[in-house]
């Protein structure tokens, strides 16, 4: 499903992804914004609803960095390592979209934009993890030793994702418990009344991740394609020249 070798022309799943994400997103949007506000925070409460799909999808990219690149470990297969970086992009990207969101949320309810707690600190932490996972891909020229690097550098980061999960569980810390408890269950820590629009918005999140994993592998190896050749003309140019 991930493999950006189809023709353009026949790739008709990557379209329908993404307009399903567009209607899941507009569908999730109506449902919360419907939503009566609630009896503590009011309206601010309506930040949830792309709060928690964000984190959601940063997890999921970030599962997929490692995923990817152990994948790649295993078979040698170049399209796996284009994929892995795809989703490293992707995860620092919602990352950065959770914490706004989130300082937008904190200002009015915590009197500061942001503060060290464990939840926060370990989010912070996996901005320098997967910012350091690009950095080494750019300073790596071989393509199977950068590969090779930045697989070691996915499949460890990944341990990010249950420590930051469980950092309101394991330390102390003024952040609120799992809206999404996926540990003994599914189950809903805010309201019942908002389980639907942040279902459907997680939904939509989940969609969108493969919507952006396949069109950014796509381009990933056109740019590929396009390096191999350049390098391959001037290859060609100092032969002849010698």
Request: aromatic fraction near 10%; avoid cysteine; charge should be positive.
């Amino acid at each position: 499903m991930m493999q950006s070798t189809l023709p353009a022309a026949r790739d008709r799943l990557t379209p329908a992804l993404g307009l399903l994400t567009l209607v899941l997103m507009l569908s999730g949007l109506y449902i919360g914004l419907s939503a009566p506000p609630d009896v503590n925070q009011g309206t601010l409460v309506r930040l949830l609803f792309i709060h928690v799909p964000a984190a959601w999808l940063s997890y999921l990219a970030y599962g997929g960095t490692g995923l990817f690149g152990l994948l790649y470990l295993v078979t040698r297969q170049r399209r796996f390592d284009r994929l892995s970086h795809s989703s490293a992009e992707m995860g620092l990207m919602f990352t950065i979209a959770t914490i706004i969101v989130g300082m937008l949320w904190a200002k009015p309810t915590w009197g500061a934009y942001w503060v060290w707690e464990p939840r926060l600190t370990t989010t912070a932490l996996s901005l320098v993890i997967y910012g350091g996972y690009l950095l080494v891909r750019g300073l790596i020229d071989e393509p199977e030793r950068r590969a090779r690097v930045a697989a070691v550098i996915g499949i460890v980061g990944t341990l990010y994702v249950p420590v930051n999960y469980m950092a309101v569980e394991w330390w102390r810390g003024i952040h609120q418990t799992q809206t999404l408890k996926l540990l003994g269950g599914i189950g809903f820590a805010a309201s019942p009344a908002y389980g639907i629009a942040l279902t459907v918005m997680t939904a939509a999140f989940t969609v969108l991740y493969v919507y952006l994993l396949r069109t950014r592998g796509r381009l990933a190896a056109l740019q590929e394609a396009r390096e191999e050749r350049e390098l391959g003309a001037e290859l060609g140019s100092e032969v002849s020249r010698g």
